[in-house]
């Protein structure tokens, strides 16, 4: 048992990756369709490039989504709607009508009966009131059938027959004439125009709960092709009523192939693809990105993100196909070029779909959009800290999904007649989603514990706290660590490494002098220097503590980890040369590990580049009457006795990029050191 915790605790950065592996193929694996995939590969437009294709079964020939559409459509605009009959109305009305009619008789004033004027009154509502009258304005036309519901009871009616409340007064003046009642028409229009209340409503809930029973009783199917029958000869174009019977095939076999008796096989032959891909990514990173594939978090946020994509993707098909490039995929990518480099991003990105061509429709039209705008975006996308290349970066891959889909679309049709121009819109909304990049980066750096471009950005700012308190504190320290820095960077630009981040990392290098500062020659503003009166080993204890204190110093500020490596490793193991020849002198001897560095020796072109730039920069001030010789000559002995000390060994950097760093340095201190002509006076 104690053997095995102890193979446990030495292996368990490695039991976590494949731990990780099986968890994110299992997970790709849930999230992929549930079904076979269909061996052929067709596209609508394009000649059958297989054999002659007969059915190995019999299926139903589904009908195309948009003949589906056309019929939903045909049901809406040919639905006879429904309208309540209120039968308490009319009694109400008959009410209303006696009422008015009893406070409004004189005999006096009148010579026909009021009998007469409530027999015609009475008949004119129950004229009206057959069929009933309508309140609100509606659509139909006058020949359109209509359900008509009374109680229980349901007439088909024209929609002429109802009677519309406007109408009621030109009724009621046909009516009067009708029945030689001109000698009391005021009275009467004015009673019935009171009294005619209208009765008749429309039920848009039973209307569309009828539409609603008809569109399920919609036959999805169109015909059947029986087991052995052809489908498709070879070199045959794939179109209409082929291309659905392919598509219907492919449906059914896909359905047929997931059963309980082989679900095992299918899950089996899913996980090998699904774990090639993630293997591949793996391999890439131990081979290529070493430093990253020992780095447990690194490799976490990357797989992460391949799932994350896989899961975005596959919730939107499912929800509806139709809206697959709205996922902005070209995130990810983007994501993995901020914060480790080009080659990495697209690289995840191809493999990423090559999972999802299990996911998408239309897989070849998608993977080949989705791997051209994942191009683009490695290409145009530089300087992500810059807000405006963002843009024009969004700009540039939306154009390409426009004209990809475009030309996709007319090799399909063959015309533009059937193009829709919304589909436009899917790639702009992909482009909008693209932007939120930038918040995406600032989350996965407080949650991962990442650095990007965009946060080194802020840490070069010498307004920050820190080096402020640096320049108050240790101006000469800060002095020399602004030169340094423009060292650095021109150097790093020059052989393509992160100049942005060897630039932060030269400004915060030095900040463990702050707690000592005049115990540094730059700092020292008198003559008057501390050593002159200390062991030469005490001597060297404060010149080594420095980058302890530094990195203490870092991680109170909550620096990120990429910065504090250029702290550890800008001396990497060499000696305090000075303090330990005095030493010698005077004990005739000295033990070199009490006047060496702790390490580590630089680890990548970056803290390498610091390394030359902060020596070179340090001992350019002892440099008396300097010419553009002297310093090539201290330049060269400077670089060249840190190579042989073994200095550069882990920083993967070649013989050639040391060679051209030397001549940007001496370039660069040539500038510094250039004399001018004195002015006479």
């Not at 269909?38 to 079964?57: C, D, I, M, S």
């Not at 650095?451 to 020399?480: I, Q, W």
């Not at 550890?568 to 020849?581: A, C, D, I, L």
């Amino acid at each position: 048992m104690k053997h095995f915790f102890a193979f446990l605790s030495k292996n368990q950065a490695n039991i976590y990756r494949i731990f990780l592996f099986i968890a994110c193929t299992f997970l790709v694996i849930y999230l992929l369709p549930k079904g076979g995939q269909f061996k052929y590969t067709f596209q609508k437009g394009k000649p059958w490039q297989y054999e002659n294709l007969y059915a190995p079964f019999s299926f139903t020939i589904k009908k195309s989504e948009e003949t589906l559409t056309e019929e939903r459509n045909a049901i809406r605009e040919n639905a006879i709607p429904y309208f309540d009959y209120d039968a308490a109305v009319v009694t109400e009305s008959k009410g209303q009508f006696d009422q008015l009619l009893e406070t409004t008789y004189v005999d006096s004033l009148f010579t026909v009966p009021k009998s007469r004027v409530k027999a015609l009154g009475t008949s004119f509502l129950d004229e009206i009131y057959r069929f009933g009258v309508l309140s609100e304005v509606n659509t139909h036309s006058e020949d359109d059938l209509v359900y008509l519901k009374k109680g229980n009871e349901i007439d088909e009616i024209a929609y002429s027959q109802l009677i519309k409340k406007d109408e009621i007064p030109e009724r009621v003046q046909k009516y009067i004439l009708r029945n030689n009642a001109e000698a009391f028409s005021d009275l009467l229009k004015i009673l019935l125009n009171r009294a005619s209340i209208p009765n008749v409503t429309a039920n848009t809930k039973l209307t569309e709960a009828a539409i609603t029973s008809e569109l399920d009783a919609i036959n999805p199917n169109q015909g059947i092709v029986e087991k052995g029958g052809r489908i498709i000869a070879k070199g045959e174009v794939v179109e209409g009523n082929t291309y659905q019977i392919l598509s219907s095939l492919k449906d059914e076999y896909q359905s047929q192939l997931w059963s309980k008796s082989n679900r095992f096989w299918l899950i089996f032959g899913y996980a090998m693809l699904v774990s090639l891909v993630f293997l591949m990514l793996f391999l890439f990173l131990k081979k290529y990105r070493k430093d990253i594939y020992n780095n447990n978090t690194k490799v976490t946020f990357i797989f992460f993100n391949v799932v994350l994509m896989v899961f975005l993707t596959t919730i939107v098909v499912k929800l509806d196909a139709k809206y697959v490039y709205v996922v902005p995929l070209c995130i990810l990518p983007l994501i993995l070029k901020a914060f480790f480099d080009p080659r990495l991003g697209l690289f995840a990105h191809v493999l990423t779909l090559l999972l999802l061509g299990f996911v998408v429709p239309n897989s070849f039209e998608y993977l080949f959009l989705q791997i051209i705008a994942g191009v683009v975006t490695i290409l145009t996308v530089s300087e992500l800290y810059r807000r405006a290349n963002l843009f024009i970066s969004v700009g540039q891959i939306t154009l390409v999904y426009i004209v990809g889909y475009f030309a996709f679309f007319i090799i399909q049709e063959g015309n533009v007649e059937l193009l829709q121009w919304k589909n436009f819109g899917y790639f702009f909304l992909a482009g909008l989603a693209t932007l939120f990049a930038h918040p995406l980066i600032y989350f996965y750096e407080k949650l991962f514990g990442l650095v990007s471009d965009v946060s080194l950005l802020e840490l070069s700012d010498t307004n920050s706290k820190l080096l402020k308190e640096l320049s108050n504190k240790a101006p000469g320290t800060f002095h020399h660590s602004l030169n340094v820095a423009n060292l650095a960077e021109a150097a790093a630009n020059e052989i393509g490494a992160n100049a942005m981040l060897v630039r932060v990392g030269a400004l915060y290098h030095d900040i463990g002098k702050m707690e000592n500062p005049t115990n540094f020659t730059e700092n020292q503003l008198s003559g008057y220097n501390a050593h002159d009166e200390l062991d030469p080993k005490e001597s060297a204890k404060i010149i080594i503590d420095h980058v302890i204190k530094g990195i203490e110093m870092a991680r109170r500020r909550n620096l990120p980890d990429r910065v504090i490596d250029f702290i550890r490793t800008h001396h990497g193991n060499s000696v305090v040369y000075y303090f330990y020849k005095k030493e010698e002198q005077r004990n005739g001897s000295a033990a070199i590990e009490d006047f060496q560095y702790p390490g580590p020796i630089p680890f990548s072109k970056e803290t390498a580049i610091l390394m030359m730039a902060d020596s070179v920069e340090a001992a350019s001030k002892s440099l008396k009457d300097p010419t553009s010789s002297k310093i090539d000559s201290f330049v060269e002995k400077i670089v060249d006795g840190q190579t042989e000390q073994g200095q550069f060994l882990n920083a993967n950097i070649t013989f050639k990029e040391i060679q051209q760093i030397k001549k940007v340095l001496k370039k660069k201190l040539n500038n510094i050191y250039h004399l001018r002509v004195e002015y006479p006076e």
